[in-house]
């Protein structure tokens, strides 16, 4: 493994992924990363689907924690497999980073744990409906800058920091959970 994904399990918490019990919306996402030819990771283009704020998005794979789930990393895996067809059952699981909110939702609104999955194997999304397309992301590209930009979010008319890659534009809390992985 690389480095960065090296230093990356190490910075990573670990734990008890059980959200507590009460009325907070919660959702977990996966942060997939593979090294060959070099530390990247993989993203997907969200469907346009009326009512989702995400709709059309570059995003990591993830979603709303069910019930079922038991634990927010189980909520990861499984919406991976459902979006992406990609089972990291049989990855490594690096750890977990700290639950962010998106800044439309703010403090009171939905609760989104990123876990970070390490694999040796180049895996092969396969989309899911709640899927357009699936990309490989070179993390060192984007670290270098080179990918940096601006996006302007539509509704709001605010910029915010972001990455263009192969016409995909990464912003929002995608880039940053990603900011903080790469940091």
Known sequence: MSRLIEALAARLMHGE????????????????????PSPRVLLMKRAERPGDPWSGHISLPGGRYQLGDGDLRITAIRETREELGIDLEGTRLLGKLEPLHPRSSG????????????????????????????????????????????????????AFPSWTYEGHVIWGLTRRILDLMIA
Do not use: K, M, N, Q
Not at 108 to 131: D, K, N, R, S
């Open 17 to 36: 992924a059980r959200p507590p019990e009460d009325d907070r919306r919660r959702a977990a996402v996966a942060v997939v990363l593979h090294d060959a």
């Open 107 to 158: 403090p009171t609104g939905i609760e989104v744990t990123p876990f970070a999955f390490a694999t040796e194997v180049a895996l092969e999304p396969v989309c899911g409906p709640e899927a357009l397309a699936a990309f490989w992301l070179p993390l060192d590209l984007a670290a270098s800058g080179a990918l940096d930009g601006t996006y302007t979010y539509p509704a709001t008319a605010v």
